[in-house]
């Protein structure tokens, strides 16, 4: 199983942007789908991007809450164990702690928590004043 790290997260200003990094240890993250969730603070975690795998769409086919599009994007790196989560004209209800997770089987829902393989450990952001 391949073990993966955020990193990034932050204290930002409502309006502002960050950049989130999904990092693999020790492997590449070409064959894994890759999910972003978050949890705010009393609730349940949510997905919010999703990229597949490169087997399956080369061209990186990606899937974000309604919550986020038009804000976030999950690209992935040159480097090849490096997937990031760019978030943009953040809000207030963007704060809380993002997890990246590995999707390997091909029946996986994107922005589902069921089915991810291997989770981070998060990461937090803060979107205040």
């Known amino acids: 199983q391949v073990q993966v790290a955020e990193s990034g997260g932050g204290l930002v200003q409502p309006g502002g942007s960050l950049r989130l990094s999904c990092t693999a240890s020790?492997?590449?993250?070409?064959?894994?789908?890759i999910g972003w969730f978050r949890e705010a603070p009393g609730k349940e975690r949510e997905g919010v991007a999703y990229?597949?795998?490169?087997?399956?769409?080369?061209?990186?086919?990606?899937y974000y809450a309604d919550s986020v599009k038009g804000r976030f994007t999950t690209p992935r790196g040159n480097a090849k164990n490096t997937v990031y989560l760019q978030m943009d004209n953040l809000k207030n209800e963007d704060t809380g702690i993002y997890y990246c997770?590995?999707?390997?089987?091909?029946?996986?829902?994107?922005?589902?928590?069921?089915?991810?393989?291997?989770w981070g450990k998060g990461t937090l952001v803060t979107v205040s004043e």
């Open positions: 990229i597949i795998n490169t087997n399956d769409a080369s061209d990186g086919s990606t």
């Open positions: 997770g590995t999707a390997s089987t091909p029946y996986y829902r994107p922005l589902h928590t069921y089915g991810i393989d291997s």
């Open positions: 020790g492997s590449t993250l070409e064959l894994y789908g």
